[in-house]
């Protein structure tokens, strides 16, 4: 395949409480996720501003404009983790008001529609119900019931969902081919490394402090490299395209506020990395993310884009949803064909 131009990818994890609930509660995060209702326009408003694309991979539960048009979509086989807590469909339904109107935790129509309308974006799915595809006891059966509610749902809104995210990065390649079944065309896998796998309950305590110490530490110093992947890495679909992880975008902190100009230092030299080899760097983080300290994040949101604005210029850098880069891989497989 013939060289192509570097690019930054971004893709965002659309959840709000679903994706932290059995972690966190209203009480404790609620005002966060509140704040998306104000986040994403923003988010929307930036990517305007400095002509980027996203994909906003989206919990399938946010799409419901109530409680009783949630339920109809809700799938027989359910998730039959052993952790009970992990489930959404072991009571935490009790806890949703009954529409969109009174409950901005749990539905997300409205913001939905802004994404849909801004057409250089596009919609996939973060699963259903928040599934988790590497906890003990959930089986392949259950995940595909999952998605195509997920699909359902979507498709009853206009969209039709050809990418996906995992919930907590929590990859499960053995789920890939019911993924192509069902129409999706790519997913988001994780950095190779160690540090970076997807997470399971039952992983070794040493071994979780010493994977999230690396993790940190790789956000402000370039420990485990740029993760940033040539177009031939890209290109083999099996059986979907991974277009994987280069790196979260952390929220901003209060406690390490004098570290923040190391971690987007990070994120631009990968990004420069990238553009100058002509390889893909995947940027992703939550919108709940920067519902504290709004503001703060955005100015590093900011900075990040102006860096793109600059390789774009200097180097022909170029913007992708997770979807219009699985285009271009498919045309240039075309055409190195024809």
């Given amino acids: 395949m013939d060289s192509k131009n570097g690019s930054l990818v971004i893709s965002l994890d659309f959840e709000l409480l679903w994706g932290v609930r059995d972690k966190k509660t ?4 609620g005002q966060d996720i509140e704040n998306v209702k104000y986040v994403i326009p923003r988010l929307l408003k ?3 501003d400095y002509d980027v694309k996203a994909t906003f991979s989206t919990v399938g539960f946010l799409f419901a404009h109530n409680k009783e048009e949630l339920l109809t979509y809700v799938p027989q086989e359910k998730p039959t983790y052993i952790n009970k807590n992990l489930s959404p469909y072991n009571g935490h339904f009790d806890l949703l008001e009954e529409s969109s109107l009174t409950d901005p935790y749990h539905y997300a129509p409205e913001l ?3 994404i849909k309308s801004d057409q250089r974006h596009s919609l996939g799915t973060h699963t259903f119900s928040h599934y988790y595809c590497l906890e003990s006891g959930q089986t392949l059966d259950q995940f595909k019931a999952d998605i195509v509610s997920a699909k359902r ?3 009853n809104n206009g969209i039709q969902l050809q990418s ?9 390649i053995d789920y890939l081919n019911v993924c192509q079944e069902l129409g999706i065309a790519s997913y988001r896998g994780n950095e190779k490394s160690w540090a970076f796998e997807g997470n399971r309950n039952k992983t070794g305590r040493l071994w979780m402090y010493g994977r999230r110490l690396g993790r940190g530490l790789d956000a402000y110093f370039n420990i485990f490299g740029h993760h940033c992947y040539t177009w031939d890495e890209l290109r ?3 059986p979907i395209y991974n277009l994987p992880s280069s790196r979260l975008l952390r929220s901003y902190s209060k406690k390490l506020g004098f570290l923040e100009f190391l971690k987007i230092r990070r994120i631009k030299k990968s990004m420069k990395h990238a553009a100058k080899h002509n390889k893909v760097f995947h940027l992703w983080w939550h919108p709940h993310n920067f519902g504290s300290n709004m503001d703060q994040n955005f100015k590093n949101l900011e900075k990040i884009l102006t860096m793109y604005q600059a390789l774009n210029k200097k180097y022909g850098f170029m913007s992708h949803s997770m979807e219009s880069l699985v285009e271009k891989l498919e045309k240039d497989g075309r055409d190195q064909y024809t």
Avoid: G, H, L, M
Avoid at 26 to 29: D, E, K, L, M, T
């Fill in 236 to 238: 083999f679909k099996d």
């Fill in 153 to 155: 749902i979507a498709e």
């Fill in 26 to 29: 209203i009480a404790s995060y």
């Fill in 112 to 114: 939905i529609t802004q």
């Fill in 164 to 172: 996906i995210v995992f919930p907590r990065n929590q990859c499960n």
């Fill in 46 to 48: 930036v990517f305007a």
